[in-house]
């Protein structure tokens, strides 16, 4: 448990993960299972070949036996950068959770040469033991390990027994802001090799984009026994067969057709001998950095990427092909081209899924040491730590091995977040002269000493356009040194932490990206949220997170931030991200509209582009544009129907649209989006007010269709519903964006703070509580019945504090409908910034319909809007808004026109103020109730449906990892004003 070795016993040579026809024999299914809290009460005898262990448990593998339901065996852990244990390398706690597995299973006579028992994945470290004999230690917890078994196994019974410790010297190289889930979690198989067997394959398909010519490179390891061995590719009529291992020699193949994430073109390729025959699928593709290019096939890639845990909300890291690969559909139908594999390799049949549908991958090392940082230091850091060094190495070898053959992978990454030293540096060279052809990344190496990609995580866009300039320089790296960065690729490896509602500024991102030569692009952090499906002691169910399951310390809700949820339903950033990084852009401009291909591959014969124009959010026209085929990296322009003048607002789409059925998407699907208003609604006209005046009757006043309190002022009813409000609301329930302070490893936060956008601390919501933006106090200063009109004045101010809002409502009558000019405005020496400015009202309990004419379909913010378009929507208010992992500001619609609440017969007008026209928010709890839950189940049961009509709402950001709200999206202590009728309908 305390080596600093990679493993012991017979280790095979790590090797590529093929197809064969030899036999296997799959050991996965129900396992014997005995729990201990300490290694040395594990039982002395768990692993002799006669050992009666019908009392023992069952359990499946491959599982985690934390999520098995069983409290006697543990709970998971969660931490992001933090050992759960104390830093002592390589020493472990005492108290190490250790489980005992047992499996009996027969073996035919005929077995082969050699046989070989491979696990892919054990957490942390397992000793193994078959029929009696330890046959060796396997550490490394996500990478495979072949222990040759030959000498033990045996035909008939076999008794295999495994022993699991959670914590191990291992662990210290495995800090990944992940859970702690110890257990089998992938497979278990024995390997039948025949004699004479191919033991490893790499065919390296080459392409040359100048000539369109493929090149196999192949390297075949057999013994000199197990030649001649051919290489067959059928489709490209190739069948090379090498009498030794002296000819081994490259195959032209002729032209072919190259494999890029848009067009993922395989062939099938076979390596066979007289023992064995092996199978491939093979993509044709060159990779190379020049300057600050780097390039597939000769254009420069461009990434839009998501980092990708390996997660399921029941069985933690337990591989589901099916799942996985309606995960990577959904990628697909969110312009998503690109996976970072954080922080280390997953599943094997990962990349036959990638490299089948289409993605641009990194491949990272299973490695992370983060918890050695301390006070900015790395103290005993195991990269630049001596006794580490083996493992190290042995840990990047068996990334490259495994994997090589897969073309989807384009770059290599040595870990993450585990500081830098001379075995980080020896690691790279390893890989440089494995493979000189994939680029190695590895974000730590801030001033590229030893990798080929500069990478950095949640910088803003300035410090980005400062290195592209080459000037400014990161806080971790040598003074001067982005001048000799900028003439290289430069990646986000992790931007836009998506943690609860946010981030925003991602178009800011995509200029960068787009204007900027070194950029390549990034990786949002994350693809997923990872709470795991848990129950409170009552029954109720929810997704845990950190602290939810006992533990003596962890980092709370930091592992849910994903641009889906826990039980994997999307979060409107997915949308926001899909709208933002679109390969096809669609751009209107006047009578035409500009097509832009940004694909890598392929034209754009594939879609359709339909326009349509709606007046006042109804649709009045549709058609299909002629578009021509535009190639990548190509635009064109076309014009558009004219259209009739209309009395109203006039909106014209266009859409991008696929032509036909794909494998990742029906017909239809909606690419990118693009709309331009054609014409405005004409001014209102001023309506007079009716001649009638409020009458003021035992404490209350009657006024058309509704009913105030004739002390307050407030609204108590329309039309016999009941009614709350207006009432000044600065308070936003606080997003972890607002709640979170950016860690100073990730992003230079003095950089940021000089710019204005945030500092180190307080976070947005500390700072607003301090300001007592949730404690408003309201002082009625007049309820004044006038002919034709009521006016009533509030001022709101926090306890303890001068500083003041007055909001004066003007209530009128106009044509019989009730009407509400309404102003606020705020005294002077108000500083920093407000969550919101907004009028509150509530409404009847149990409202589920909303029908809005402004924008939608989802939730949208000054920062994050792309995704948004002007139209009439409809949806159920608990749809209205997200169910984040910790409940939090939700739902806002920018830009409201109208809004209908057909269960109450009330509709809401908005007209500009001033060219302002507020956004909405409808929920069944308000902002202090959803302030107070840590749990979406902890919310209270509803007494209201709470409306917000708010003029202005603060930015996202992406404060709790990475740069705060822009200074154009925060909102400044301002006035605001609305102009709102109430519809009886």
Not at 415 to 422: D, I
Not at 489 to 517: K, W
Not at 559 to 576: K, Q, R
Not at 664 to 684: C, D, E, I, M, N
Request: aromatic share 8%; hydrophobic share 40%; net charge negative.
């Amino acid at each position: 448990m305390t080596s600093f070795s990679p493993g012991a016993g017979r280790r095979v040579a790590p090797r590529s993960r093929l197809a064969s026809d030899a036999a296997e024999l799959d050991l996965s299914g129900t396992w014997r299972f005995l729990f201990s809290g300490r290694p040395d009460l594990a039982p002395a005898d768990g692993a002799a070949v006669d050992l009666d262990d019908s009392g023992w448990d069952e359990i499946k593998v491959p599982s985690h036996w934390v999520l098995q339901g069983r409290e006697e065996w543990g709970r998971p852990i969660y931490t992001n950068i933090n050992y759960p244990f104390p830093v002592e390398p390589p020493f472990v706690p005492d108290e190490n959770p250790t489980g005992d597995y047992r499996i009996a299973f027969d073996v035919p006579e005929e077995r082969g040469e050699r046989v070989l028992l491979r696990f892919d994945g054990v957490e942390s470290l397992a000793i193994v033991t078959l029929n009696g004999t330890q046959v060796g230690v396997v550490r490394g917890s996500r990478l495979a390990q072949e222990l040759d078994v030959t000498d033990e196994i045996r035909p008939g019974r076999n008794v295999l027994h495994v022993r699991v410790h959670q914590w191990s010297a291992a662990t210290y190289l495995e800090d990944q802001d992940q859970w702690w889930l110890p257990g089998i979690f992938r497979e278990v198989t024995l390997l039948f090799r025949p004699a004479d067997g191919i033991e490893d394959v790499w065919l390296r398909a080459d392409y040359d984009p100048a000539t369109g010519q493929g090149v196999l490179l192949p390297e075949l390891r057999a013994g000199a026994s197990g030649y001649p061995i051919t290489v067959s590719v059928p489709e490209l009529g190739v069948e090379t067969t090498f009498a030794s291992p002296s000819e081994v020699a490259a195959i032209p193949v002729g032209e072919v057709a190259p494999w890029s994430a848009d067009r993922p073109r395989r062939y099938e390729a076979t390596v066979r001998n007289a023992a064995e025959t092996r199978s491939l699928q093979i993509g044709f593709r060159r990779i190379e950095v020049v300057g600050h290019q780097w390039r597939v096939n000769g254009r420069k890639l461009r990434l839009r990427g998501v980092n990708r845990h390996e997660y399921d909300p029941d069985n933690g890291r337990v591989f589901d092909a099916v799942a996985v690969r309606e995960q990577l559909l959904l990628m697909k139908r969110a312009n998503i081209n690109a996976i970072r594999t954080s922080h280390y390799p997953p599943h094997p049949t990962f990349f036959d899924l990638t490299d089948e549908l289409g993605f641009w991958v990194i491949d990272e090392c299973d490695l992370e040491t983060h918890g050695f940082q301390r006070d900015g230091g790395w103290t005993e850091n195991p990269t630049d730590d001596p006794r580490w060094r083996e493992a190290l190495l042995d840990r990047i070898e068996r990334t490259v091995e495994r994997d090589k053959n897969h073309p989807s992978i384009v770059s290599w990454s040595l870990g993450n977040e585990a500081g830098t030293g001379q075995n980080a540096a020896a690691m790279a060279a390893w890989v440089h002269r494995r493979d000189p052809e994939r680029p190695v990344h590895y974000e730590p190496d801030y001033d590229g000493f030893y990798t080929d990609i500069v990478s950095r995580m949640y910088p803003p866009v300035e410090q980005m356009e400062d290195m592209a300039a080459g000037t400014g320089t990161h806080p971790h790296a040598v003074a001067g040194r982005n001048a000799e960065l900028a003439k290289r690729p430069m990646i986000l490896c992790e931007y836009e932490h998506a943690m609860g509602n946010g981030a925003g500024a991602l178009a800011e991102y995509e200029r960068v990206f787009d204007t900027l030569p070194q950029w390549h692009g990034g990786f949002i952090w994350e693809w997923r949220d990872h709470g795991l499906r848990t129950t409170t002691p009552e029954g109720t169910e929810f997704f845990g997170y950190g602290g939810d399951f006992g533990e003596e310390i962890h980092d709370g809700s930091f592992v849910c931030d994903g641009l889906l949820l826990s039980d994997g339903t999307p979060t409107p950033m997915l949308a926001e991200f899909a709208a933002v990084t679109t390969p096809v852009k669609v751009t209107i401009d006047g009578g035409s509209v500009t097509v832009e291909n940004r694909r890598h591959d392929g034209d754009t014969t594939d879609l359709r582009f339909v326009w349509r124009d709606e007046l006042d959010g109804r649709q009045i026209g549709t058609g299909e544009l002629t578009v021509p085929a535009v190639a990548p990296g190509e635009s064109i322009t076309v014009s558009l129907p004219g259209f009739e003048p209309h009395d109203g607002e006039l909106w014209r789409t266009v859409e991008a649209v696929t032509a036909s059925d794909a494998e990742w998407a029906a017909a239809g699907h909606v690419v990118t989006r693009a709309q331009t208003q054609l014409a405005k609604a004409a001014p209102a006209l001023s309506v007079p007010a009716d001649d009638v005046t409020p009458v003021a009757r035992d404490g209350a006043i009657s006024f058309g269709p509704a009913t105030f309190d004739a002390f307050s002022g407030d609204l108590v009813s329309i039309a016999g519903a009941e009614v709350k409000g207006p009432r000044l609301e600065l308070w936003r329930a606080p997003t972890e964006n607002d709640s979170l302070s950016s860690f100073a490893s990730y992003v230079d936060v003095e950089a940021v703070a000089s710019r204005g956008m945030g500092s180190k601390t307080p976070s947005s919501a500390e700072l607003w509580r301090a300001a007592g933006l949730d404690r408003l106090h309201r002082r009625v200063q007049a309820v004044e019945v006038e002919p034709g009109r009521l006016v009533v004045r509030h001022r709101y101010a926090p306890s303890a504090a001068q500083e003041a809002v007055v909001v004066e409502l003007i209530w009128t009558l106009r044509a019989g409908r009730l009407h509400l000019d309404a102003s606020a405005t705020p005294s002077r020496g108000w500083k920093g910034t407000w969550p919101r400015i907004g009028l509150h009202l509530e409404l009847p309990a149990g409202l589920a319909e909303a029908r809005w004419f402004g924008t939608g379909p989802d939730e949208n913010y000054v920062d994050s809007h792309a995704a948004a378009h002007v139209g009439r929507f409809e949806a159920g208010v608990d749809e209205l808004s997200v169910n984040y992992a910790v409940p939090q500001e939700s739902g806002h619609r920018a830009g409201l026109r109208e809004l209908h609440l057909p269960e109450i017969g009330l509709g809401i007008t908005a007209t500009p103020v001033a060219g302002e026209l507020p956004g909405f928010s409808l929920r069944a709890h308000d902002a202090a109730e959803v302030t107070s839950a840590a749990h979406p189940h902890e919310l209270p049961d509803s007494s209201a449906t709470h409306l917000y009509l708010d003029v202005q709402q603060h930015g996202l950001g992406s404060r709790s990892c990475g740069p705060d709200v822009r200074p154009e999206y925060q909102l400044r202590p301002r006035a605001a004003a609305w102009s709102l009728t109430f519809d009886v309908r």
